[in-house]
Every structure is written in C-alpha cells, then in structure tokens.
C-alpha cells in the first residue's frame, strides 16, 4: 500500500518526499451512547480505514486530494480557510487544523496531502474519526510538536463538536490513536483514563457485519438523544450531587423514573445499564469468559432498541438472523438506524454461519449484508 501512495503522490503534485501513514476504523464491542453522558467505553482499532500521504510545502497553501471525493485537488490557504458547502469533507481536515490553532499551535507551512480510505461508506465505524486523527497525527509529526495522544484526540473532537457540529463524545478519536494490536481499550470518558485488555478471541471470530442501509437519520437523531440525556441530567444532577448520567446506579432508576418524562427516563435507563453491561464486559474478558461478554452484548441491543431507540429494520433484523444462525453474541455498534453489527461466532460455524445470515437477512430486508472478519488492530501510525 505504501508504494501505491507514494506513486499517486508522485502523480499528483510532482513530488516523492511524502510521508505515508495509516488510521483504523474502529468498532465499539459493548458501550453505546455513554461516552457523552460520561461513562465506560469499550472499542478497538480495525484493519481497514485511512491511509494518506503527505508533505510539506514552502508557502500556506494546503493542497488535498481524495480518491473519494475528489476529481482534482481541493486547495485552501492556512491564514484564510472556512467551512465550505461545496467540500463538506475537506471541513474534518480543516477543523483538526482549527483545533491546533485552538491550541496555540500554529501551522507556519502549507502541505500536500493524499487520501485514501478502504472502510466501507455509512458502515458506522467512524470515517470522521479515522480521517481526523490521520491529519492530527500527520501535522503533530510534520511540525515536531510533540503533542500527546490523548491531546491529540481532544484536537479531533474539537474538530467533530465545534467546527463540523456534531455533537460525538471522545471515543471515536481516542480509540483510533489509542489502539493497539490484539487489544481492547476500555476508556472512561470522564477522566480519560484507560486500560488495554487482551482482546483475542482463539475459537471465536469477531465479525462485523454492514446492514447495507444507509444510516440517514443519524445526525439529528444522535444530536436529538443528546439533547434528551442533557435535559435528564439537568433535572437529576442537583438532586444526585452528578456530574454525568453514568455516575447514577440501576437501583436508583426506580426513584428517577418518578422525576423524568417517559421517553427521557427510559435515555437514562439505557445509558446507566449501558454503563453496568461495560464494565462486566471488560471483566469478562480478562477472565476470558466470552459467553458472558456475548451475553453482555445481545442486552446491549435489546437496550439500544427498547429504551435508546436507535436501532431500526435492518439492525434489528440482522441482530435477530444472527443470534438465530449461531452467533454468541450480536449487537448494534456506531450511531444507529443502520450502519453495522457486531458479532461473535465459534469458528467451527462460521462458513454456515455466514450463508444462514445472509440468505436469511436478505429474505426479510430484499439486499444482502456484507461480512467482514475482524481482528484488533493498531492505532493510527507512519508506515
């Protein structure tokens, strides 16, 4: 992959001095819509996601070509640059540049950057993510600025909440510049510390598996769950002495249904119990006890469906026909209402597994998934 980026740099601006790199998706295994409300998160890196090449130049122009977006390259300059309608994408790059200059770090040079992305569109598994600590990590080696990993993923989230406008917590970034080979990172979103835990699974298979539906609603759905947990701990945080959702117990739900509306409360009932499910998964998984993470991750669904409502047909569906073909343990990951699943099948099962699943899935939904066997992999990296 290395010598294909450095032959389409070649071609692009004339130039073979580029520096190659590399940035994973990543996959949430159990932890969902708790990083925001200050809560447990569990993710790993992924082997496939943003590679990008770049260089750097003798003036403030930034020159950016994308294999998916682009059909000739994207210039803006660093002292003039804002939000453009017209290359929605290029608002990640210029939002991570944002963020350093939030920071006081100041990019004196423009630069020349290649991309190219291999993570399936709309799959959920955080392209935003993938691309932001690629251009972090990319500008924090070109300039010598020494900037920590975890700073550096704040610097992506300021890109995602303040200059793009979504309103994600800190997983997606910290896990992609955090992960590691063969590992899981349980994250508290609250104080940023975090472990890594072996996450091999021997005669199990880590599967994601793409729903093949567009996730549409996405973004004003997330922004709309958040907007309904903040509503929550508003009310409940005088009274609890919180600061975050996740800091309330299960055994306290019972008196906190009385005091919130229907709808919000069952927002609360999903992220405490989220929270509970987390922390027995990563428990699980040190003990190696992988019918007790499975059992973790299909009650995960079942609380994104019932309580969070950000599931949908074809997550539901595709949960339900795996469980039903053999998986362990299945469950929605990323955003919701379509996107991915997660699921843990014994590799004995797995070819059958896979033709039960889709000639199932495609029976009901009228398309097929796609299958992907995944391992954890390294964070983002030069290659």
Same mark, same amino acid.
């Given at each position: 992959?290395?010598?294909?980026?450095?032959?389409?740099?070649?071609?692009?601006?004339?130039?073979?001095?580029? =520096?190659?790199?590399?940035?994973?998706?990543?996959?949430?295994?159990?932890?969902?819509?708790?990083?925001?409300?200050?809560?447990?998160?569990?993710?790993?890196?992924?082997?496939?996601?943003?590679?990008?090449?770049?260089? #750097?130049?003798?003036?403030?122009?930034?020159?950016?070509?994308?294999?998916?977006?682009?059909?000739?390259?994207?210039?803006?300059? #660093?002292?003039?640059?804002?939000?453009? *309608?017209?290359?929605?994408?290029?608002?990640?790059?210029?939002? &991570?540049?944002?963020?350093?200059?939030?920071?006081?770090?100041?990019?004196?040079?423009?630069?020349?950057?290649?991309? +190219?992305?291999?993570?399936?569109?709309?799959?959920?598994?955080?392209?935003?993510?993938?691309?932001?600590? $690629?251009?972090?990590?990319?500008?924090?080696?070109?300039?010598? +600025?020494?900037?920590?990993?975890?700073? $550096?993923?704040? /610097?992506?989230?300021?890109? *995602?909440?303040?200059?793009?406008?979504?309103?994600?917590?800190?997983?997606?970034?910290?896990?992609?510049?955090?992960?590691?080979?063969?590992?899981?990172?349980?994250?508290?979103?609250?104080? $940023?510390?975090?472990?890594?835990?072996?996450?091999?699974?021997?005669?199990?298979?880590?599967?994601?598996?793409?729903?093949?539906?567009?996730?549409?609603?996405?973004?004003?759905?997330?922004?709309?769950?958040?907007?309904?947990?903040?509503?929550?701990?508003?009310?409940?945080?005088?009274?609890?002495?919180?600061?975050?959702?996740? *800091?309330?117990?299960?055994?306290?739900?019972?008196?906190?249904?009385?005091?919130?509306?229907?709808?919000?409360?069952?927002? &609360?009932?999903?992220?405490?119990?989220?929270?509970?499910?987390?922390? #027995?998964?990563?428990?699980?998984?040190?003990?190696?006890?992988?019918?007790?993470?499975?059992?973790?991750?299909?009650?995960?669904?079942?609380?994104?469906?019932?309580?969070?409502?950000?599931?949908?047909?074809?997550?539901?569906?595709?949960?339900?026909?795996?469980?039903?073909?053999?998986?362990?343990?299945?469950?929605?990951?990323?955003?919701?209402?379509?996107?991915? /699943? &997660?699921?843990? &099948?014994?590799?004995?099962?797995?070819?059958?597994?896979?033709?039960?699943?889709?000639?199932?899935?495609?029976?009901?939904?009228?398309?097929?998934?796609?299958?992907?066997?995944?391992?954890?992999?390294?964070? =983002?990296?030069? /290659?």
């Amino acid at each position: 992959m290395k010598q294909i980026l450095i032959e389409k740099f070649k071609k692009l601006y004339g130039r073979e001095d580029g =520096t190659s790199y590399f940035s994973p998706a990543r996959v949430n295994l159990i932890g969902e819509y708790t990083d925001f409300n200050g809560g447990y998160v569990f993710p790993c890196g992924l082997a496939f996601g943003t590679y990008g090449i770049i260089g #750097l130049r003798d003036d403030m122009i930034v020159r950016v070509y994308s294999d998916s977006f682009s059909k000739e390259p994207y210039v803006f300059e #660093l002292e003039t640059f804002y939000k453009d *309608e017209k290359a929605p994408w290029s608002d990640y790059i210029k939002g &991570v540049i944002a963020g350093f200059y939030q920071k006081n770090y100041m990019l004196d040079k423009g630069f020349d950057l290649y991309i +190219y992305g291999n993570m399936p569109a709309g799959a959920g598994l955080s392209s935003s993510a993938s691309l932001e600590m $690629l251009i972090a990590v990319m500008i924090n080696d070109l300039f010598n +600025y020494g900037i920590e990993k975890t700073d $550096l993923a704040l /610097i992506g989230q300021y890109a *995602e909440n303040v200059y793009v406008g979504l309103n994600s917590g800190i997983m997606d970034q910290f896990a992609v510049v955090h992960a590691k080979k063969d590992q899981a990172l349980l994250l508290n979103t609250d104080t $940023l510390q975090f472990e890594q835990i072996p996450f091999v699974l021997d005669e199990y298979q880590l599967m994601v598996i793409n729903t093949n539906k567009s996730r549409g609603l996405t973004e004003s759905k997330y922004n709309e769950r958040f907007s309904e947990c903040m509503t929550a701990l508003n009310i409940l945080k005088p009274l609890y002495q919180i600061n975050h959702l996740c *800091e309330l117990k299960t055994k306290e739900l019972i008196y906190v249904e009385k005091l919130l509306d229907p709808t919000v409360f069952r927002r &609360v009932r999903h992220v405490v119990t989220e929270q509970e499910r987390t922390i #027995l998964s990563s428990k699980a998984l040190k003990e190696n006890n992988i019918e007790l993470f499975a059992k973790q991750m299909i009650g995960s669904h079942e609380s994104l469906r019932k309580d969070f409502e950000v599931t949908g047909k074809a997550l539901d569906t595709l949960v339900e026909v795996s469980l039903k073909a053999g998986a362990l343990g299945a469950r929605m990951t990323g955003a919701g209402f379509g996107g991915c /699943i &997660v699921a843990i &099948v014994d590799k004995k099962i797995l070819k059958n597994f896979i033709e039960e699943t889709e000639k199932n899935y495609e029976s009901i939904m009228g398309f097929k998934p796609t299958f992907y066997t995944v391992k954890a992999k390294q964070g =983002t990296h030069k /290659i």
